[in-house]
Protein backbone atom coordinates (compact mmCIF):
# COMPACT_ATOMS: atom_id res chain seq x y z
CA UNK A 1 0.00 0.00 0.00
CA UNK A 2 1.18 3.63 -1.17
CA UNK A 3 1.27 5.99 2.17
CA UNK A 4 -0.65 8.42 -0.43
CA UNK A 5 -3.80 5.75 -0.55
CA UNK A 6 -4.15 5.69 3.45
CA UNK A 7 -3.54 9.45 3.41
CA UNK A 8 -6.91 9.62 0.80
CA UNK A 9 -8.65 7.75 3.91
CA UNK A 10 -8.46 10.26 6.44
CA UNK A 11 -11.65 11.75 6.36
CA UNK A 12 -13.25 8.16 5.90
CA UNK A 13 -14.90 5.62 8.02
CA UNK A 14 -15.92 6.24 12.07
CA UNK A 15 -14.11 8.44 14.24
CA UNK A 16 -11.96 5.73 16.07
CA UNK A 17 -11.02 4.97 11.93
CA UNK A 18 -9.89 8.03 11.40
CA UNK A 19 -7.86 8.67 14.35
CA UNK A 20 -5.70 5.28 14.08
CA UNK A 21 -5.24 6.41 10.18
CA UNK A 22 -3.90 9.93 11.29
CA UNK A 23 -1.47 8.47 13.58
CA UNK A 24 -0.27 5.90 10.79
CA UNK A 25 -0.28 8.17 8.61
CA UNK A 26 1.84 10.83 10.72
CA UNK A 27 4.43 7.93 12.13
CA UNK A 28 4.96 6.87 8.37
CA UNK A 29 5.65 10.68 8.10
CA UNK A 30 8.14 10.68 10.84
CA UNK A 31 10.03 8.07 10.20
CA UNK A 32 10.32 8.58 6.33
CA UNK A 33 8.39 5.91 4.73
CA UNK A 34 6.88 5.75 1.59
CA UNK A 35 5.19 2.73 2.05
CA UNK A 36 3.10 0.67 4.01
CA UNK A 37 3.09 -3.09 4.77
CA UNK A 38 -0.09 -4.86 6.15
CA UNK A 39 0.62 -7.02 9.36
CA UNK A 40 -0.64 -10.08 10.02
CA UNK A 41 -1.11 -9.78 14.09
CA UNK A 42 -0.55 -7.44 16.81
CA UNK A 43 0.54 -7.76 20.67
CA UNK A 44 -0.61 -4.46 22.09
CA UNK A 45 0.51 -2.26 25.77
CA UNK A 46 -2.05 0.36 25.41
CA UNK A 47 -3.96 -1.73 27.57
CA UNK A 48 -2.07 -1.35 30.65
CA UNK A 49 -3.13 1.26 32.28
CA UNK A 50 -0.72 3.75 32.39
CA UNK A 51 -2.85 6.99 33.78
CA UNK A 52 -6.13 8.53 32.41
CA UNK A 53 -5.45 8.83 29.03
CA UNK A 54 -5.29 5.24 28.90
CA UNK A 55 -8.47 4.66 29.60
CA UNK A 56 -10.09 7.92 28.03
CA UNK A 57 -8.43 6.58 24.80
CA UNK A 58 -9.75 3.64 25.19
CA UNK A 59 -13.41 4.66 25.72
CA UNK A 60 -13.35 6.50 22.74
CA UNK A 61 -12.78 3.56 20.99
CA UNK A 62 -15.62 2.18 22.44
CA UNK A 63 -18.08 4.76 21.47
CA UNK A 64 -16.86 5.06 18.05
CA UNK A 65 -17.01 1.30 17.43
CA UNK A 66 -13.69 0.33 16.67
CA UNK A 67 -12.63 -2.99 14.62
CA UNK A 68 -9.20 -4.83 14.45
CA UNK A 69 -8.24 -5.73 11.56
CA UNK A 70 -5.95 -8.15 12.38
CA UNK A 71 -5.60 -10.25 15.43
CA UNK A 72 -4.74 -8.67 18.69
CA UNK A 73 -3.81 -9.70 21.82
CA UNK A 74 -3.24 -8.01 25.18
CA UNK A 75 -0.55 -7.41 27.03
CA UNK A 76 0.52 -7.84 30.58
CA UNK A 77 -2.21 -5.76 32.84
CA UNK A 78 -1.84 -3.61 35.61
CA UNK A 79 -3.75 -6.34 37.97
CA UNK A 80 -4.34 -10.07 38.41
CA UNK A 81 -8.24 -10.58 38.21
CA UNK A 82 -7.82 -13.71 39.69
CA UNK A 83 -5.70 -12.61 42.42
CA UNK A 84 -7.25 -9.27 43.80
CA UNK A 85 -5.15 -8.70 46.94
CA UNK A 86 -2.08 -8.56 44.93
CA UNK A 87 -2.94 -4.97 44.21
CA UNK A 88 -6.04 -4.17 46.64
CA UNK A 89 -7.66 -1.52 45.52
CA UNK A 90 -7.42 0.33 48.47
CA UNK A 91 -3.96 0.57 48.04
CA UNK A 92 -4.44 2.83 44.53
CA UNK A 93 -8.48 3.39 43.68
CA UNK A 94 -7.90 5.32 40.38
CA UNK A 95 -5.15 2.84 39.20
CA UNK A 96 -6.31 -0.43 40.23
CA UNK A 97 -10.06 0.58 39.50
CA UNK A 98 -9.21 2.40 36.12
CA UNK A 99 -6.95 -0.80 34.84
CA UNK A 100 -9.94 -3.52 35.79
CA UNK A 101 -11.96 -0.95 33.47
CA UNK A 102 -9.33 -1.05 30.46
CA UNK A 103 -9.41 -4.73 30.39
CA UNK A 104 -12.94 -5.08 29.82
CA UNK A 105 -13.13 -2.55 26.83
CA UNK A 106 -10.33 -3.81 25.16
CA UNK A 107 -11.78 -7.47 25.51
CA UNK A 108 -14.72 -5.80 23.88
CA UNK A 109 -13.77 -4.61 21.35
CA UNK A 110 -12.25 -7.87 20.23
CA UNK A 111 -9.01 -8.47 20.99
CA UNK A 112 -7.96 -11.90 22.52
CA UNK A 113 -7.32 -11.52 26.42
CA UNK A 114 -3.64 -13.46 26.69
CA UNK A 115 -2.76 -11.09 29.57
CA UNK A 116 0.46 -11.87 28.97
CA UNK A 117 4.18 -10.05 28.16
CA UNK A 118 5.11 -13.40 26.43
CA UNK A 119 2.82 -14.16 23.56
CA UNK A 120 5.30 -16.38 21.62
CA UNK A 121 4.95 -18.71 23.85
CA UNK A 122 1.59 -19.73 23.03
CA UNK A 123 1.14 -20.49 19.19
CA UNK A 124 -1.67 -18.00 18.63
CA UNK A 125 0.77 -15.39 19.78
CA UNK A 126 3.59 -16.97 18.06
CA UNK A 127 4.27 -14.93 14.31
CA UNK A 128 5.90 -17.03 11.47
CA UNK A 129 9.72 -16.03 9.84
CA UNK A 130 9.26 -13.10 7.99
CA UNK A 131 5.82 -12.34 9.02
CA UNK A 132 5.00 -8.37 9.61
CA UNK A 133 3.71 -7.64 13.39
CA UNK A 134 2.94 -4.92 15.48
CA UNK A 135 4.18 -5.08 18.97
CA UNK A 136 5.22 -2.91 21.82
CA UNK A 137 6.16 -4.82 25.18
CA UNK A 138 9.74 -4.11 24.74
CA UNK A 139 10.63 -8.40 25.60
CA UNK A 140 7.98 -8.93 23.20
CA UNK A 141 8.95 -6.62 20.30
CA UNK A 142 12.93 -8.36 20.70
CA UNK A 143 11.79 -11.73 20.82
CA UNK A 144 9.48 -11.68 17.78
CA UNK A 145 12.44 -9.86 15.81
CA UNK A 146 15.30 -11.87 16.88
CA UNK A 147 14.24 -15.65 17.95
CA UNK A 148 11.63 -15.77 15.26
CA UNK A 149 12.63 -13.61 13.06
CA UNK A 150 9.10 -11.85 12.46
CA UNK A 151 9.40 -8.34 12.04
CA UNK A 152 8.10 -5.52 13.74
CA UNK A 153 9.38 -2.11 15.37
CA UNK A 154 8.58 -0.89 18.89
CA UNK A 155 4.91 0.76 18.73
CA UNK A 156 4.27 2.50 21.47
CA UNK A 157 0.89 3.00 23.48
CA UNK A 158 -1.93 4.67 20.84
CA UNK A 159 0.39 3.58 17.69
CA UNK A 160 0.06 -0.06 18.61
CA UNK A 161 -3.27 -0.21 19.04
CA UNK A 162 -3.76 1.98 15.52
CA UNK A 163 -2.03 -0.29 13.47
CA UNK A 164 -3.98 -3.23 14.93
CA UNK A 165 -7.13 -1.06 13.32
CA UNK A 166 -5.44 0.37 10.50
CA UNK A 167 -3.70 -3.20 9.70
CA UNK A 168 -0.82 -1.96 8.71
CA UNK A 169 2.49 -0.09 9.34
CA UNK A 170 5.06 2.23 7.82
CA UNK A 171 7.84 0.05 5.79
CA UNK A 172 11.03 1.48 7.78
CA UNK A 173 13.34 0.17 10.58
CA UNK A 174 13.21 -3.49 11.53
CA UNK A 175 10.70 -4.18 8.78
CA UNK A 176 13.48 -3.31 5.87
CA UNK A 177 15.75 -5.83 5.10
CA UNK A 178 18.68 -2.92 5.43
CA UNK A 179 17.28 -2.22 9.21
CA UNK A 180 18.05 -5.46 10.33
CA UNK A 181 21.89 -5.43 9.95
CA UNK A 182 24.06 -5.84 12.89
CA UNK A 183 26.41 -2.99 13.56
CA UNK A 184 27.90 -4.17 17.30
CA UNK A 185 29.55 -6.56 17.52
CA UNK A 186 29.58 -8.72 21.32
CA UNK A 187 32.02 -11.48 21.60
CA UNK A 188 31.16 -13.64 24.73
CA UNK A 189 34.91 -15.00 25.96
CA UNK A 190 35.36 -16.07 29.05
CA UNK A 191 38.40 -17.26 30.12
CA UNK A 192 39.62 -21.32 29.52
CA UNK A 193 40.68 -21.56 33.56
CA UNK A 194 37.03 -20.22 34.31
CA UNK A 195 35.46 -23.05 36.55
CA UNK A 196 32.16 -24.98 34.44
CA UNK A 197 30.03 -23.26 37.30
CA UNK A 198 31.06 -19.86 35.27
CA UNK A 199 30.34 -21.44 32.20
CA UNK A 200 26.93 -23.01 32.97
CA UNK A 201 26.13 -19.91 35.04
CA UNK A 202 22.53 -20.09 34.64
CA UNK A 203 21.99 -16.20 34.84
CA UNK A 204 24.99 -15.73 31.82
CA UNK A 205 21.92 -14.52 29.55
CA UNK A 206 20.76 -12.38 31.87
CA UNK A 207 23.89 -10.76 32.05
CA UNK A 208 25.09 -10.86 28.94
CA UNK A 209 21.57 -8.69 28.03
CA UNK A 210 22.01 -6.27 30.32
CA UNK A 211 25.96 -5.52 29.03
CA UNK A 212 24.70 -5.06 25.76
CA UNK A 213 21.80 -2.90 25.99
CA UNK A 214 23.77 -0.36 27.93
CA UNK A 215 26.46 -0.26 25.59
CA UNK A 216 23.97 -0.69 22.34
CA UNK A 217 21.18 1.97 23.44
CA UNK A 218 19.22 1.34 20.42
CA UNK A 219 20.99 -0.29 17.21
CA UNK A 220 21.09 -3.90 16.03
CA UNK A 221 23.56 -6.12 17.92
CA UNK A 222 25.53 -9.49 17.14
CA UNK A 223 26.37 -12.04 19.87
CA UNK A 224 29.29 -14.43 19.33
CA UNK A 225 30.59 -16.95 21.51
CA UNK A 226 26.85 -18.50 23.02
CA UNK A 227 26.03 -21.21 20.67
CA UNK A 228 23.56 -23.29 22.61
CA UNK A 229 20.99 -20.62 23.78
CA UNK A 230 17.14 -22.14 24.30
CA UNK A 231 14.08 -19.96 23.94
CA UNK A 232 13.94 -19.34 28.26
CA UNK A 233 17.51 -17.95 28.11
CA UNK A 234 16.75 -16.29 24.71
CA UNK A 235 14.08 -14.67 26.23
CA UNK A 236 16.11 -13.52 29.04
CA UNK A 237 18.69 -11.76 26.82
CA UNK A 238 15.80 -9.87 25.04
CA UNK A 239 14.20 -8.84 28.15
CA UNK A 240 18.00 -7.54 29.55
CA UNK A 241 18.64 -5.65 26.57
CA UNK A 242 15.38 -3.90 25.74
CA UNK A 243 15.38 -2.66 29.83
CA UNK A 244 18.81 -1.30 30.07
CA UNK A 245 18.92 -0.23 26.44
CA UNK A 246 16.08 -0.21 23.61
CA UNK A 247 17.46 -3.02 21.56
CA UNK A 248 14.57 -4.04 19.59
CA UNK A 249 16.80 -6.70 17.91
CA UNK A 250 19.39 -9.02 18.16
CA UNK A 251 21.29 -11.71 16.66
CA UNK A 252 23.20 -14.44 17.99
CA UNK A 253 25.27 -16.50 15.85
CA UNK A 254 24.15 -20.29 15.27
CA UNK A 255 21.63 -19.80 16.92
CA UNK A 256 18.92 -16.77 15.95
CA UNK A 257 17.45 -16.98 12.10
CA UNK A 258 19.24 -14.46 10.43
CA UNK A 259 22.28 -15.18 12.01
CA UNK A 260 23.69 -18.57 10.64
CA UNK A 261 27.19 -17.10 10.09
CA UNK A 262 28.84 -13.29 11.79
CA UNK A 263 28.41 -12.45 7.97
CA UNK A 264 24.78 -12.75 7.48
CA UNK A 265 24.03 -11.66 10.69
CA UNK A 266 25.80 -8.39 9.56
CA UNK A 267 24.85 -8.15 6.01
CA UNK A 268 28.42 -8.38 4.89
CA UNK A 269 29.30 -5.20 7.03
CA UNK A 270 32.10 -4.67 9.49
CA UNK A 271 30.26 -3.87 13.00
CA UNK A 272 30.85 -0.50 13.99
CA UNK A 273 31.71 -1.37 17.50
CA UNK A 274 33.40 -4.48 18.89
CA UNK A 275 33.44 -5.21 22.25
CA UNK A 276 34.54 -8.15 24.37
CA UNK A 277 32.59 -9.47 27.54
CA UNK A 278 34.54 -11.25 29.91
CA UNK A 279 34.16 -12.12 33.14
CA UNK A 280 35.47 -9.26 34.86
CA UNK A 281 32.25 -7.30 32.83
CA UNK A 282 30.10 -10.19 33.49
CA UNK A 283 30.52 -9.74 37.53
CA UNK A 284 30.41 -6.20 36.97
CA UNK A 285 27.08 -6.84 35.39
CA UNK A 286 25.75 -8.92 38.19
CA UNK A 287 27.04 -6.28 41.40
CA UNK A 288 25.18 -3.62 39.64
CA UNK A 289 21.96 -5.88 39.41
CA UNK A 290 21.62 -6.22 43.47
CA UNK A 291 21.59 -3.53 46.35
CA UNK A 292 21.82 -6.56 48.92
CA UNK A 293 23.29 -9.80 48.87
CA UNK A 294 22.84 -11.36 52.10
CA UNK A 295 19.99 -10.99 54.51
CA UNK A 296 16.43 -11.76 55.13
CA UNK A 297 13.87 -11.63 52.28
CA UNK A 298 10.21 -10.57 51.99
CA UNK A 299 9.55 -12.23 49.00
CA UNK A 300 11.10 -13.83 45.67
CA UNK A 301 9.58 -12.20 42.47
CA UNK A 302 9.88 -14.71 39.54
CA UNK A 303 8.33 -14.68 35.67
CA UNK A 304 9.73 -11.06 34.02
CA UNK A 305 9.08 -11.77 31.16
CA UNK A 306 6.42 -14.47 31.87
CA UNK A 307 7.38 -18.14 33.27
CA UNK A 308 7.29 -20.67 30.56
CA UNK A 309 5.75 -24.35 31.04
CA UNK A 310 9.58 -25.37 30.89
CA UNK A 311 10.93 -23.02 33.99
CA UNK A 312 7.67 -24.01 35.91
CA UNK A 313 8.81 -27.74 35.45
CA UNK A 314 12.44 -26.53 36.05
CA UNK A 315 11.18 -24.68 39.46
CA UNK A 316 9.59 -27.77 40.86
CA UNK A 317 12.29 -29.56 40.38
CA UNK A 318 14.65 -27.49 42.38
CA UNK A 319 12.28 -27.47 45.36
CA UNK A 320 12.20 -30.76 45.68
CA UNK A 321 9.15 -31.30 47.35
CA UNK A 322 10.44 -28.73 50.19
CA UNK A 323 8.05 -25.41 51.24
CA UNK A 324 9.19 -21.79 50.80
CA UNK A 325 9.37 -19.79 54.05
CA UNK A 326 9.04 -16.57 52.29
CA UNK A 327 6.29 -16.13 49.62
CA UNK A 328 7.63 -16.83 45.92
CA UNK A 329 5.26 -15.24 43.32
CA UNK A 330 5.59 -16.32 40.03
CA UNK A 331 3.82 -14.47 37.31
CA UNK A 332 2.76 -15.84 33.66
CA UNK A 333 0.10 -16.64 31.37
CA UNK A 334 -3.28 -17.55 31.57
CA UNK A 335 -2.17 -20.26 28.79
CA UNK A 336 0.49 -21.05 30.98
CA UNK A 337 -1.77 -21.54 33.93
CA UNK A 338 -3.82 -23.92 32.08
CA UNK A 339 -0.96 -26.60 30.81
CA UNK A 340 0.35 -26.85 34.49
CA UNK A 341 -2.67 -27.42 36.26
CA UNK A 342 -3.53 -29.90 33.65
CA UNK A 343 -0.29 -31.55 34.73
CA UNK A 344 -1.05 -31.45 38.06
CA UNK A 345 1.88 -28.91 38.68
CA UNK A 346 -0.26 -26.44 40.12
CA UNK A 347 -1.44 -28.30 42.86
CA UNK A 348 1.94 -28.71 43.99
CA UNK A 349 3.35 -25.93 43.53
CA UNK A 350 0.75 -24.88 45.67
CA UNK A 351 1.69 -27.19 48.14
CA UNK A 352 4.80 -25.61 48.15
CA UNK A 353 3.71 -22.40 48.86
CA UNK A 354 4.37 -20.77 45.51
CA UNK A 355 1.87 -18.05 44.25
CA UNK A 356 1.49 -18.64 40.64
CA UNK A 357 -0.11 -15.13 39.53
CA UNK A 358 -1.67 -14.41 36.17
CA UNK A 359 -2.03 -11.31 33.91
CA UNK A 360 0.55 -8.86 35.32
CA UNK A 361 4.07 -8.82 36.65
CA UNK A 362 5.05 -8.03 40.38
CA UNK A 363 7.58 -5.18 39.30
CA UNK A 364 4.70 -2.59 38.55
CA UNK A 365 3.45 -0.72 40.70
CA UNK A 366 1.38 0.14 43.33
CA UNK A 367 3.68 -2.19 44.99
CA UNK A 368 2.34 -5.98 45.36
CA UNK A 369 1.33 -6.76 48.78
CA UNK A 370 4.13 -8.51 50.80
CA UNK A 371 6.70 -7.25 48.46
CA UNK A 372 8.85 -4.70 50.62
CA UNK A 373 12.43 -4.72 52.14
CA UNK A 374 14.62 -7.13 50.44
CA UNK A 375 13.12 -9.03 48.07
CA UNK A 376 15.18 -11.72 45.17
CA UNK A 377 14.67 -12.50 41.69
CA UNK A 378 16.64 -14.13 38.89
CA UNK A 379 15.83 -11.77 36.30
CA UNK A 380 17.64 -9.20 35.31
CA UNK A 381 14.77 -6.93 33.82
CA UNK A 382 13.38 -7.45 37.50
CA UNK A 383 15.93 -6.30 39.06
CA UNK A 384 16.78 -3.57 36.95
CA UNK A 385 13.01 -1.70 37.45
CA UNK A 386 12.22 -2.77 40.97
CA UNK A 387 14.08 -0.41 43.22
CA UNK A 388 13.08 2.71 41.41
CA UNK A 389 9.59 1.32 40.38
CA UNK A 390 8.90 -0.73 44.10
CA UNK A 391 11.42 1.20 46.44
CA UNK A 392 12.85 -2.27 47.02
CA UNK A 393 16.18 -3.86 47.58
CA UNK A 394 17.21 -6.39 45.51
CA UNK A 395 19.41 -9.68 45.31
CA UNK A 396 19.85 -11.01 42.22
CA UNK A 397 20.83 -14.60 41.81
CA UNK A 398 20.25 -17.69 39.55
CA UNK A 399 16.93 -19.81 39.89
CA UNK A 400 18.58 -22.21 41.86
CA UNK A 401 19.63 -19.40 44.35
CA UNK A 402 16.23 -18.25 44.28
CA UNK A 403 14.66 -21.49 45.62
CA UNK A 404 17.33 -21.90 47.77
CA UNK A 405 17.01 -18.43 49.75
CA UNK A 406 13.28 -18.99 49.55
CA UNK A 407 13.30 -22.11 51.83
CA UNK A 408 16.03 -20.94 54.08
CA UNK A 409 14.07 -17.27 54.06
CA UNK A 410 17.03 -15.34 53.31
CA UNK A 411 19.51 -14.94 50.60
CA UNK A 412 21.66 -17.73 49.84
CA UNK A 413 23.78 -17.27 46.63
Known sequence: MQLSELRERLGQGD?????????VVSAAEISGAT????????????????????????????????RFAVPTHTNASLIACATPTLRPESTDPESVAGARRLMEIYEQLGATPMWTCAPYQQTDGRPDFGQHVAASESNAVSFFNSVLGARTNKYGDFLDVSAAIVGAVPLAGLHTDDGRGATHLFRVQLPDSASDAEHEDASLAHLVGIIVGRLTGTHVPVIDGM??????????????????????????????PEAPTLEAATGGRIPAQQTV???????DARAALQTRSSGRLSAVC????????????????LLDGRSTRVQMLVTTSRAAVAEIDALGWAQQLDDAGVRVICDTCTYYPPTPTGVSGLVMTNSAKWAYYAPGTLGVEVAFGSLRACVESAVCGEVVL
Open 15 to 23: RAQQLATRL
Open 302 to 317: LGTPHFSVGEFGELLR
Open 277 to 283: IDAGMLA
Open 227 to 256: SSLDEDQLKAVAAAAASSGSVAMFHVVGVT
Open 35 to 66: ELVPIEMAHISACHYSGRASLDFAEFLLRNSA
